[in-house]
């Protein structure tokens, strides 16, 4: 199926719709560690925690998730980008997206294990360590070291403050 990206439309909340295409897509990095592998049933229980992009056609671009340690901290996960629309914002825009969605429920702080250094740190995230996150090293001790080590080099954390109206959410690209 072609796809549109220039045309990209808004990033909305993920419906039963977007299931397969949203675990098919962040399943396509796990083998390389920079996802976790969720299977549709995953996905279908945590339904309200998803967003994607669009293209014209309804094509899944992108898609994000927040996953929730505590009342106060919440983590971006699940951020996946079709390769063949990398590179145009997209990344970006699911970040923004996710962060209001993170400032909306009332969250003070995200944090997000991620590779893409740059692309986090021009979000207005900042560097950070795993070794803050004691509910994440618990968590990921059950799953994988390999992830523990990953995330290790590559922490990333924003504190929101408040509510939905702190002016200070990055704009989308
Ligand atoms: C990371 C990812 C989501 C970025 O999506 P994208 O749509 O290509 O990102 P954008 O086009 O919004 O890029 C924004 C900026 O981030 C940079 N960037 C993108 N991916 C990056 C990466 N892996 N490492 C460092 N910087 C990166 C881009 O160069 C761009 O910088 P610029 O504006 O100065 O040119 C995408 O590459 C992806 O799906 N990667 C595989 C899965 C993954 O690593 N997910 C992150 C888990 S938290």
Redesign the pocket.
Known sequence: MTTSVSSGGAVEHADEAHISAIAALNN??AP?G??LHRSETFVTSHLQDYQVLRDDNGVVL?CVALDEYSPSLVE????????T???????????AAAEKLARERGYPELF?????????L?MGFCASSIIDYPEKITRYQQISRSELSIGRKFCFTRVLRGGASDTGIVSA?
Do not use: K, M, W
């Open positions: 396509l990095f390389d920079l996802t992108g971006l996960v699940s951020l996946a980008v079709l390769p629309a990398q590179g145009h914002g997209i990344g970006r825009r699911l970040i997000a294990i991620s590779l893409a250094d740059q692309l986090f021009s690209a």
